[in-house]
């Protein structure tokens, strides 16, 4: 369990490690979904879901980081929500050890493909990186490419 908010920050500032991609389709599209959810409570409940359902060590790495991050935006009880679940997902992080998802985008819809392009569009970077991550580049050229096939 997380005892102080100094005990957050050090989990967060430790980070997944560098091997995990977070552009993975599957991941992007839950990332993007999980937004749309406006009680704390069901945001953490969906992204957790996708992780029980996609066991990889991979989607570890990208739920916990989420779920760190996301809980810096918030304030007291609903902080503390993503503390607890932050505390519980490295209490559990030798479950997952699955294979990571198939990273096909021709298997994505049209309309999932889109959703992700436009919020990855408008990602800033500036408060983390000097320049936009070469990842970052690279799936957005991945995700033009073949939206431009179904045009």
């Known amino acids: 369990m997380i005892n102080s908010f100094l005990d957050f920050i050090q989990i967060i500032e430790s980070g997944p490690p560098a091997r995990t991609n977070k552009f993975s389709i599957a991941w992007q599209i839950v990332r993007t979904n999980a937004k749309d959810q406006k009680d704390p409570d069901k945001k953490i409940q969906y992204v957790l879901n996708f992780l029980r359902q996609n066991p990889s060590r991979e989607n570890y790495d990208r739920v916990l ?49 889109t959703k992700v392009y ?10 983390q990186f000097k320049s936009v991550p070469k990842d970052h580049v690279e799936f957005m050229k991945a995700l033009e490419d073949e939206l431009a096939k179904r045009s």
């Open 118 to 127: 436009k919020d990855l569009k408008k990602r800033k970077y500036g408060f």
């Open 65 to 113: 980081n989420w779920v760190k991050m996301t809980g810096v935006a918030y304030k007291d009880d609903i902080r503390k929500k993503f503390e607890d679940a932050t505390a519980k997902l490295i209490s559990t992080k030798d479950e997952y050890q699955g294979a990571d998802n198939d990273n096909d985008l021709s298997k994505t819809s049209t309309a999932e493909l």
